[in-house]
């Protein structure tokens, strides 16, 4: 047998099965629908009890390793599922006891959206190892790799394989411009593997790769360094299978994929017709595509309970606006979702203008979680605040740790106004650091333990709480029945998805007659004489979406008016009150800081008073305008 110049067998009678003749060089494919494949279509909504099903029939495909965990898994899990991220570890590890589990770290952010403590990193990963974790795929959003060292050494003392990631954004269409250019991702990976990574991931999180740039990419960094390359790209702009094809051409060794039920839109290529590409050629990949087949067919009849999580409202599945402004998928929807709450959804053109300028002031850094929503989320405040260009009225306090230098080093400078702006009067100082975040941290652990000593029962609750401290609480209560676990979180059957088709059906033929209830959010709805509650919308996921309270500019950053009582300008969950009932507070006192879109919002006193009465608790979920807290004023 042997290839043509295009690396194709010359034969007739290629066959589907896999004991066909094996590749020169096979391409090796990651399946990434455990993770990445619901995370980016279902809202990382995806249950263990519709992977369990499939489990099995995963790991006999051959696939180089099943991505099952890490990314937004761990926070949707125990946040809106009241399922244990660690109990889904331990389980689908029963079930896939071949092919190595691979995970998606955050560095130093772990699996969450700050920088931890060193104590905390070597934690988590260890107890995640423990629990059966082969592959680290460890990023840092700003390609700083001294995000990777306290976790890289825990991964390297254990055996395990750590791979380094550069994470892909572009400033320039095509790899132009001076800052996101060749140049720049050939030195990244150089930096890789001066660091001693296992394998290097080309990761993409946004889909905006362009074939000809990662074969040109794939080819330089082959001539450099025989470590494995892997290619993570997303279908968004529509080019992902072409970016595959051509890295495939250049040499990349694994690529990552879904079954096809969680492939394309936002997500990834699918696995099956890159099988079907390569049969009989010196990149066959040699899976099965019989065995991916029945995945897919098993795969089907689960979806629905996630379809109504799906709500691209276009018939497209592609979206080249993701290359014109260079905005995540996920990073998109929560722009829309905060101006469409603030009745603002006229000012998205204002944001996308900005956002750039935005980006630039702040470092030009790259786009991907959590800069994508510290850029986001600040942009949203400078169009709806700011009186003036440039103004940067309301600082989250996100970008003040940015520009101290507590996520690392940003691509370019940060610009040194705003700096200055956002650092002053911060808590840890004036003058930003260029040291390793981490070593600058205070450990941890120790505290957490002591303060959660009543609610956990491992160190897994421990990390848990470390990392979430608010959700973290909320979910242990659950997990050992010491507060009902709201129906919004728990699973729907298939009866359930049936009936609410019925539904569907009916209200399509007019069958229906409707009653709105006293809650808003759901609605009576009778069929046949039998009364059914539909909820209109999620709960949990309404309290912590993100949405601001639309009002004049002129009462900018502060909450508090001058009769002393302290709203809530945005819906979110009080993480914790700064001050208690009969506390003095002074102009500028932080008084609540409350989450909202995964970022922390400072809420400040703007008069000097006495705090009276305090409305709520860590940990509850208020809606715009509530009554926070009372301050009586100084007369
Ligand atoms: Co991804």
């Excluded at 399946?31 to 519709?50: K, P």
């Excluded at 399922?83 to 092919?99: A, F, S």
């Excluded at 990552?256 to 039920?261: A, F, G, L």
């Excluded at 629905?304 to 276009?314: A, E, I, Q, S, V």
């Amino acid at each position: 047998m042997a290839y043509d110049k295009h690396g194709v067998l010359e034969m007739t009678d290629v066959k589907y099965d896999a004991d066909r003749p094996k590749a020169q060089n096979p391409i090796k494919i990651n399946d990434v629908t455990f993770r990445d494949g619901h995370q980016s279509l279902f809202a990382t909504r995806g249950r263990t009890e519709d992977m369990i099903p499939v489990a099995e029939m995963m790991d006999e495909v051959g696939f180089n390793a099943v991505e099952t965990w890490g990314g937004a898994s761990f926070d949707a899990m125990h946040r809106y599922l009241a399922e244990d991220p660690w109990e889904r570890l331990r389980t689908l590890k029963k079930y896939m006891k071949k092919t190595p589990f691979s995970m998606l770290l955050r560095g130093q952010n772990v699996v969450g959206y700050r920088n931890y403590a060193d104590d905390v990193v070597s934690a988590f990963v260890q107890r995640a190892i423990d629990h059966g974790m082969d592959i680290f795929r460890c990023f840092d959003a700003l390609n700083d790799y001294r995000n990777f060292e306290t976790a890289a050494k825990v991964i390297k003392d254990n055996g395990k394989h750590f791979q380094g990631v550069v994470c892909y954004t572009l400033t320039e269409p095509r790899l132009g411009g001076d800052v996101y250019n060749m140049e720049y991702y050939i030195q990244k990976v150089k930096e890789l593997i001066e660091f001693g990574v296992d394998s290097i991931c080309i990761k993409d999180m946004a889909g905006l790769i362009a074939p000809y740039d990662i074969y040109n990419m794939v080819r330089e960094i082959k001539a450099i360094t025989d470590i494995p390359i892997n290619l993570h790209t997303h279908f968004t702009s529509g080019m992902g299978d072409l970016s595959i094809f051509k890295a495939i051409e250049a040499g990349v060794d694994i690529v990552d994929t879904c079954v096809s039920p969680y492939a394309y839109r936002t997500s990834h290529p699918a696995v099956e017709p890159i099988i079907m590409s390569l049969l009989g050629t010196n990149r066959d990949s040699g899976l099965d595509i019989k065995k991916v087949t029945a995945i897919a067919d098993e795969m089907e009849k689960y979806i629905p309970k996630y379809r109504h999580l799906d709500n691209n409202p276009k018939y497209s599945i592609i979206d080249i606006n993701v290359l014109l402004h260079q905005t995540p998928g996920g990073m998109l929807s929560n722009l829309v979702n905060q101006l469409k709450a603030m009745n603002s959804l006229d000012k998205l053109d204002d944001v996308f203008r900005l956002l750039p300028k935005v980006r630039k002031d702040l470092g030009s850094i790259p786009l991907v979680t959590p800069t994508s929503q510290i850029v986001g989320v600040q942009t949203v405040n400078n169009v709806l605040f700011d009186e003036e260009e440039g103004q940067y009225a309301q600082i989250t306090k996100e970008v003040k740790d940015l520009c101290y230098g507590l996520y690392g080093k940003t691509t370019r400078e940060i610009n040194p106004e705003v700096r200055k702006k956002a650092l002053k009067g911060y808590e840890r100082g004036e003058e930003p650091i260029d040291v390793r975040p981490g070593s600058i941290l205070e450990p941890e652990l120790d505290e957490v333990k002591e303060k959660f000593k009543d609610l956990t029962a491992d160190a897994d609750d421990e990390i848990l709480c470390a990392l979430y401290p608010v959700t973290g609480k909320r979910f242990l209560k659950w997990k050992y029945g010491l507060a009902e676990v709201p129906p919004e979180a728990k699973p729907k059957t298939m009866e359930q998805v049936k009936k609410e088709q019925e539904l569907i059906k009916k209200a399509l033929s007019g069958e229906l007659s409707m009653a709105k209830k006293g809650n808003a959010r759901e609605i009576e709805v009778k069929v046949d004489g039998e009364v059914f509650t539909v909820e209109i919308n999620d709960p949990l996921q309404q309290n912590n979406a993100p949405q601001f309270r639309p009002r004049k500019k002129k009462e900018a950053a502060k909450e508090l008016d001058l009769s002393g009582k302290l709203l809530a300008p945005i819906p979110g969950m009080i993480v914790e009150y700064k001050k208690a009932v009969g506390d003095k507070v002074k102009p500028g006192d932080t008084l609540v800081v409350l989450e909202a879109m995964k970022m922390m919002n400072n809420l400040e006193a703007s008069v000097a008073g006495e705090v009276k009465e305090i409305k709520f608790d860590s940990g509850d979920s208020v809606s715009k305008g509530d009554l926070l807290m009372v301050i009586e004023p100084e007369k």
